[in-house]
């Protein structure tokens, strides 16, 4: 009995976090220009937003969240990899101090990392666009990769490096062989993370996008919204995106979950 | 010395974070200080304790965080507490997603719900604002409660048990006070970010109401960069008073926690 | 041109990790094909000095030679030597057959080759059918196999070997002693082992360098530190014994335990005071009051398997430990005697503290940080060299009211007394005490009054 209210009120939990989403899911697939109003099941607005019916400036932004989705993750899971691997090695007061700016960019609220670096590039009399927009959300996407690959540097028995220079290899032969396979599954994971966070991205990139025409798919959104009322292809696409989320986190789960498991 | 120092490896990315985590800040405290000929002055901060719709704006806004994260404590609390409990849950992907819509777009989950608003009929306004940022967050509350809660030794309410407390007692004695930490970070997880959003209350009031984050993204909008970047500063500074205030909780709930 | 015996060549090696001396000033020459075993406690600076040898860290002064080349430079990939690591340090991401392969692979040695070589030194270690097994899958010992394998499989001219079997359990030590043995008289390569354990050092070795706080305290074969260790701290490391404060009263005659013997030492001066160490099976029971020297009541008598082992308590109350294999009854008188080779004596490494200090004013002078109350009459700021018996220093339970605070560091039983090392964060100080303390114990220092003499 017990049981049954407890599971009772976690589902009505769960209702009211996904109803919204699933309202959107649901008229996504029926033609009716005002969301509520049901005209029958219709795949066109799909169709429309595949075949690029629909403007070209909604595509263009979401060609931009990609392109700068993963420029963004690859470059933050450079940096971010080689920087753990420095941390890692540091000691004492250096040590946290490096740490403790690594979480400032996860502790500030995404206003003041946006107005920040915005008052940074104007400051600096640098042009906003692309480029501005990649750079912050490097900026806020490589401490989650440094804290995603410091646990398999610390997992990592330490003679490892040791015993690779002992046979032989170079300190860069060592770093490759045998460092870099160590800490591949964390780097992976601060990937999909990094990804994850530069598309689902909206305060920051306001701020540093200029006004230069540059849209991602969340200032395009939110552009399209102040007009008043959605555009009907925003619906499959959110849609979609909200998919593609769920993907990425489901694998990112099942990832630790798995490690966690070799572990015990 | 070691014959090669991977220390230095930390080297490009302590240089990075100079330039885009420490100058930045530094720049919002130049701004902040300076009026539009770059002269030092405090009149930024004058300024906003004189313009009243600035200051009540404000105040409001801690109002709306402060009832936000007070629902999503009551709300959140029992949730985490059955999810962590083995004998209510033994779903994982129950967990999952709670977790989940902690990582979609904030933008787009308040669009579903301004859309949800407008398929039931319910007007926009202030009672939409805050079913929106209770909407928003629940997830921020729920998941580290429900971590401290899980990790927490079963053992100490079992002791309880022994020692003759009763389910209640148990519970208000034993599990409440060891799950403080997780409380703690819940209510700085909420709190945070509601104080500081923005767009999500123009949406859900249909520009009704305002927060105190989308008057600093006016500001900034408008040009008037020093008064913004002094706004900027002020929410830094009690988003930073709350993080002091939540980890001294946290550090007290600590050492009681280590006694019992 | 004949190589010469010697390989390795250690000269004036000294390593500070801060303010912490690790090293000091160590001299030691192995020879090619030797089984050589560094020995002693924790923190003795054994495996300091094999990182130095495999390259993994730089001496601050001294040099390592090998083969008459200077290693010091040498960055550890280019060395021709190989390390079994205390916690094997095998690839995770590898297989056993690609860790065995990674040298080879490195060194570009064509495939073929290295399938041979793999093989071979698999079936060396007996590991022949785990190729293509995970590395995470074996049992503890395999992977040290594994670990063995992969360093002789480079054919190093010197192979280090850091604690390599203290992970195993009893027995699987025990076996892989004998095999390591076995492989190194079949490799016929040289050896380099550090250990903490006396035993295996013992029972492995061709020569034992034995360590503590930085320093060697004795090189031999196992047989010489055995029986004519040179201080009491070998004596008490290596092996059960007793180790008694004694007076040599001229050349071969020696006095302790209140009765005078004689030795077969000499060149220790006149009646100047020595360590004498006597091993616990050296101590003989007799019926002819003829060969009794000193008789004695017997307190306790436990089987040992092999022998008993008994403690006495001799006419002038000291305590000595017997291993005989006969037993006595507890509270039986014996009569006891001590053949003049099997005493062993040694020089004392020191007879009271002799401290450096610095006085604060007339009443009171810092030693080891720590400020205690001497009345003097120097001025202050002056350096001073003082002198504290051992048995003027005060140990107490609370740290937190005496004037220094140390931790028993190490703790010899001398027959009638308990002589102590203290560590304190500056240095070491000793002490004589008939507490009992355990090793690790925080403890409160203080000088008995009129303890401490100032002696310039």
Redesign the interface.
Known sequence: MKKFFAQAYLWLLLLLLYSPILIIAIFSFTEAKVLGNWTGFSLDLYRNLFEGGVSNAMLRSVENTLTIGILAAILSTILGSIAAIGIHNLKGRTRQAVTFVNDIPMLNPDIITGISLFLLFVGLGVTQGYTTVLLAHVTFCTPYVVLSVMPKLQQMNPNIYEAALDLGATPSQALWKVIVPQIKPGMISGFILAFTLSIDDFAVTLFTKGNQGLETLSTFIYADARKGGLTPELRPLMTVVFLVVLILLAVINIRTMKSNKNKK | ??????????????I??A???????V??L??AFRDGAGHFTFDNFVKFFQTKEDLNTFLYSIEIALITTVLCLL?GY??AW??S?P???RS?V?V???I??M???????T??????F??SRIPLGEGALLFGMV?NF??FMIYPIYNTLNKMDRSYAEAAQDLGASPVKVFLKVTVPLSMPGVWSGILMVF??T?????VA??LTMNKVKLF?TT??EN?NNGM?NY??AL?LI??VI?GLT?LLSDSGKEVEDETGGLI | MAKSEVIINIEHLSKSFGDKKVLEDINLYINRGEFITFLGPSGCGKTTLLRMIAGFLNPDSGRITMDGKDLLGVPPHKRPLNTVFQRYALFPHLDVYDNIAFGLKLAKVPENEIETRVRKILKLVAMSDYEDRDVTTLSGGQQQRIAIARALVNRPKVLLLDEPLSALDLKMRKDMQIELKEMHQKLGITFIYVTHDQEEALTLSDTIVVMNEGKIQQIGTPADIYNEPVNSFVADFIGESNILNATMIRDKEVNFIGHDFKCVDSGFGENNPVDVVVRPEDIYFTESENKCQFTATVKSCTFKGVHYEMFVETDKGYELMIQDYDAYDVGEKVMLYIKPQDIQVMKKERTANVLQGEVIDSETIEILGGKFPIPNELEAGTEVTVEVPFDKVDLVDDAESAVLEGEVYFILYKGDRYHLTIKTDEGFLWVDTNDIWDKGDLVGINFMEGGARIVE
Not at chain 2, 4 to 12: H, I, N, T
Request: no cysteine; charged share 10%.
């Open positions: 010395m070691k014959t090669f120092k991977r220390s230095y490896w930390s080297l490009p990315y302590v990075f974070m330039v885009f985590v420490v100058l930045p800040l720049m919002v130049l701004y709300l029992p949730a059955i999810l409990n004998k209510l849950n994982a129950t999952m997603l709670f989940l819509p990582w979609i777009n904030m933008l787009i989950r669009l579903a719900t301004v859309a949800l407008d398929f909407y629940l997830p945070m970010p104080i500081s959003t923005f767009a123009e949406l984050g600093i993204q900034i960069w913004g970047a900027a929410m830094l988003i993080t």
